[in-house]
């Protein structure tokens, strides 16, 4: 994860000798990845679109340097440190640490289980997402979502998507109860 509790969140980027101040707030980090989603948008609108986001004001330069500070800007921020840890899955998700097996399997989205993650700040840390919007940092999210008790609703939902089936002997009932608890939390696709 991003945070280092030995030094202070620095949301500055410097690329070719410039410094950039990042914006890194959780909503505006999840609206970046509902936007890169965008499939109407194209990949110029998207990167113009993203610095926009990111810096709060649009850079004039030619598009091949706008693409590199962007991506610059996003593997340093964002998606720093991705290869070694694994904290964002494609979307931005933070990914919980779990076997390789499940791994592959995507368990959750920020999006689908808002509600879910919602209630879960609110009741593990009184944090209210919507007022916090432009306030709660995005590494800060990333680690509170992380750290959230067992018994909130978005952890146990997890707990659900994640469970074995039971097998053997007498199992039918729990089987069954299983498999239903698993079709009412099942991600969609997106």
Same mark, same amino acid.
């Given at each position: 994860?991003? *945070?280092? +509790?030995?030094?202070?969140?620095? %949301?500055?980027?410097?690329? $070719?000798? @410039?410094?950039? =101040? &990042?914006? #890194?707030?959780?909503?505006?980090? *999840?609206? +970046?990845?509902?936007?890169?989603? %965008?499939?109407?948008?194209? $990949?110029? @609108?998207?990167? =113009? &679109?993203? #610095?926009?986001?990111?810096?709060?004001?649009? +850079?004039?330069?030619?598009?091949?340097?706008?693409?590199e500070v962007f991506f610059e800007i996003f593997k340093s921020t964002i998606s720093k440190d991705a290869d070694d840890n694994a904290p964002v899955d494609i979307d931005g998700n933070p990914m919980p640490v779990m076997d390789k097996e499940k791994d592959d399997k995507?368990?959750?989205?920020?999006?689908?289980?808002?509600?879910?993650?919602?209630?879960?700040?609110?009741?593990?840390?009184?944090?209210?997402?919507?007022?916090?919007?432009?306030?709660?940092?995005?590494?800060?999210?990333?680690?509170?979502?992380?750290?959230?008790?067992?018994?909130?609703?978005?952890?146990?939902?997890?707990?659900?998507?994640?469970?074995?089936?039971?097998?053997?002997?007498?199992?039918?009932?729990?089987?069954?109860?299983?498999?239903?608890?698993?079709?009412?939390?099942?991600?969609?696709?997106?």
């Amino acid at each position: 994860m991003m *945070l280092n +509790l030995a030094y202070p969140i620095n %949301d500055t980027v410097v690329i $070719d000798a @410039e410094i950039y =101040e &990042i914006n #890194l707030a959780y909503d505006n980090v *999840l609206r +970046l990845f509902d936007m890169l989603h %965008d499939e109407e948008l194209t $990949d110029v @609108e998207q990167i =113009e &679109i993203g #610095l926009e986001m990111l810096l709060g004001r649009s +850079l004039d330069l030619d598009l091949a340097k706008q693409e590199e500070v962007f991506f610059e800007i996003f593997k340093s921020t964002i998606s720093k440190d991705a290869d070694d840890n694994a904290p964002v899955d494609i979307d931005g998700n933070p990914m919980p640490v779990m076997d390789k097996e499940k791994d592959d399997k995507k368990i959750y989205s920020i999006k689908q289980d808002a509600e879910y993650i919602f209630a879960s700040f609110y009741q593990d840390y009184g944090i209210d997402l919507l007022e916090a919007q432009g306030k709660l940092h995005w590494y800060k999210f990333q680690a509170l979502l992380a750290g959230l008790r067992q018994d909130t609703k978005f952890k146990e939902v997890i707990e659900i998507r994640t469970m074995e089936l039971p097998t053997g002997k007498g199992t039918g009932k729990h089987r069954k109860q299983v498999e239903e608890a698993k079709k009412a939390y099942r991600l969609k696709p997106e």
